[in-house]
């Protein structure tokens, strides 16, 4: 009789116990539950139900505005309108059947009174924006025209319409930034501290004792995440659309396209966690640097608030984060109905993240 010879070594069943293993983990940890699942649902349900942002009207000005006179200088100054004007006609007029900006303003000057006529497009969508908005504008023109009440002309007059619009939801803008909020945790808390754990304890070494490869390793650890954030992301876009009216325009193509984001998103933000891994000490080092890298894109990439409420200054800054293209992405493919070929503008800042993020990755990692 002739002896069997042993199977080959597979390191792909290696990989998907060591993904099994994980995943169980993660499920036994409590940071991983609530920062995955409980924090974005409870931020999700209390501003769900309060309604919301800061009390600001994003306005458009029509290219063919008249932005030399002191009606405009006033509006310009006013603290709650934010006054758009390097968006194109094309864009303002989408945003505004959207409901992204409150209306479209058109200033027109005469010889002849009323001297100044302010026509103002509104949207259906506009919801209390735009009523806010309207009340800024009846109350400069009656300011402007009070000194005017001798004559029998206005120096001010007000004209509007209204389009017919879908009304963007501040759920709508909540709910992707809750979820980029959830991937950045899981892949910048969880993979530091899962792998300076398997360091400090010493299992990687226990496995290089052992036929698996470096790539089993990593790519287990990935996708034990990987599921456990689809789980918790699809868990949060049901929550979200059946009980907040989170608008899905695509139904369940919608969710897949999602998911992708949330894919790619998570496989970047892993790379800050194999960064802090290699260059934390101990587990105590672990929070400090991760809170320096989610804490910024937490507050500054547009998780809570549109980024046009921030300073210039600001928005440059929040333009640099990959979570404010995550953010984006989200939001166009959930309710504009963009397909992945409309956003790749933002898949190419995460790409260029991903190569420069791996790649400092590359460099302070240590397997030993």
């Given at each position: 009789?002739?002896?069997?010879?042993?199977?080959?070594?597979?390191?792909?069943?290696?990989?998907?116990?060591?993904?099994?293993?994980?995943?169980?983990?993660?499920?036994r940890s409590p940071s991983a539950v609530v920062f995955s699942l409980a924090f974005p649902l409870i931020f999700i349900?209390?501003?769900?139900?309060?309604?919301?942002?800061?009390i600001t009207a994003d306005v458009g000005v029509a290219k063919t505005c008249d932005t030399a006179n002191d009606f405009y200088r006033g509006l310009k100054t006013h603290k709650v309108a934010n006054l758009i004007t390097d968006q194109s006609t094309a864009d303002m007029e989408n945003n505004l059947s959207k409901g992204n900006i409150a209306a479209i303003i058109d200033i027109k000057k005469s010889t002849t009174p009323p001297y100044i006529t302010v026509n103002t497009r509104y949207s259906t969508a506009s919801g209390d924006k735009g009523n806010i908005f309207k009340m800024i504008l009846t109350n400069i023109a009656y300011n402007a025209n009070r000194p005017a009440q001798v004559g029998p002309?206005?120096?001010?007059?007000?004209?509007?319409?209204?389009?017919?619009?879908?009304?963007?939801?501040?759920?709508?803008?909540?709910?992707?930034?809750?979820?980029?909020?959830?991937?950045?945790?899981s892949g910048v808390f969880g993979t530091a501290f899962v792998f300076l754990s398997l360091l400090l304890t010493l299992v990687i070494n226990r496995f290089f004792s052992t036929?698996?490869?470096?790539?089993?390793?990593?790519?287990?650890?990935?996708?034990?995440?990987?599921?456990?954030?689809?789980?918790?992301?699809?868990?949060?876009?049901?929550?979200?659309?059946?009980?907040?009216?989170?608008?899905?325009?695509?139904?369940?193509t919608t969710v897949i396209n999602m998911l992708i984001l949330s894919?790619?998103?998570?496989?970047?933000?892993m790379g800050f966690g194999f960064i802090i891994s290699g260059i934390a000490k101990s587990d105590s080092s672990v929070p400090p640097l991760s809170n320096i890298i989610t804490l910024p894109q937490f507050l500054l990439s547009g998780t809570f608030f549109a980024t046009t409420a921030f300073p210039s200054w600001l928005q440059q800054l929040?333009?640099?984060?990959?979570?404010?293209?995550?953010?984006?992405?989200?939001?166009?493919?959930?309710?504009?109905?963009?397909?992945?070929?409309?956003?790749?503008?933002?898949?190419?800042?995460?790409?260029?993240?991903?190569?420069?993020?791996?790649?400092?990755?590359?460099?302070?990692?240590?397997w030993e």
């Amino acid at each position: 009789m002739t002896n069997k010879q042993p199977k080959p070594y597979s390191n792909t069943k290696a990989t998907l116990a060591i993904a099994k293993a994980s995943f169980r983990s993660i499920l036994r940890s409590p940071s991983a539950v609530v920062f995955s699942l409980a924090f974005p649902l409870i931020f999700i349900i209390v501003f769900a139900n309060i309604g919301g942002s800061a009390i600001t009207a994003d306005v458009g000005v029509a290219k063919t505005c008249d932005t030399a006179n002191d009606f405009y200088r006033g509006l310009k100054t006013h603290k709650v309108a934010n006054l758009i004007t390097d968006q194109s006609t094309a864009d303002m007029e989408n945003n505004l059947s959207k409901g992204n900006i409150a209306a479209i303003i058109d200033i027109k000057k005469s010889t002849t009174p009323p001297y100044i006529t302010v026509n103002t497009r509104y949207s259906t969508a506009s919801g209390d924006k735009g009523n806010i908005f309207k009340m800024i504008l009846t109350n400069i023109a009656y300011n402007a025209n009070r000194p005017a009440q001798v004559g029998p002309s206005p120096v001010v007059e007000l004209t509007e319409t209204t389009i017919k619009g879908r009304a963007y939801k501040y759920i709508d803008f909540l709910l992707p930034g809750m979820l980029g909020f959830s991937l950045l945790s899981s892949g910048v808390f969880g993979t530091a501290f899962v792998f300076l754990s398997l360091l400090l304890t010493l299992v990687i070494n226990r496995f290089f004792s052992t036929p698996v490869k470096k790539y089993s390793i990593v790519l287990g650890e990935a996708f034990a995440r990987l599921v456990f954030s689809w789980i918790g992301a699809l868990f949060i876009i049901l929550v979200g659309h059946f009980f907040f009216g989170f608008t899905l325009i695509h139904g369940v193509t919608t969710v897949i396209n999602m998911l992708i984001l949330s894919a790619i998103g998570l496989i970047v933000f892993m790379g800050f966690g194999f960064i802090i891994s290699g260059i934390a000490k101990s587990d105590s080092s672990v929070p400090p640097l991760s809170n320096i890298i989610t804490l910024p894109q937490f507050l500054l990439s547009g998780t809570f608030f549109a980024t046009t409420a921030f300073p210039s200054w600001l928005q440059q800054l929040s333009n640099i984060l990959p979570l404010t293209y995550l953010n984006q992405a989200m939001r166009n493919v959930a309710f504009e109905g963009a397909g992945l070929g409309d956003v790749t503008h933002q898949l190419l800042i995460l790409g260029i993240w991903f190569v420069v993020v791996y790649g400092i990755a590359v460099k302070t990692f240590k397997w030993e």
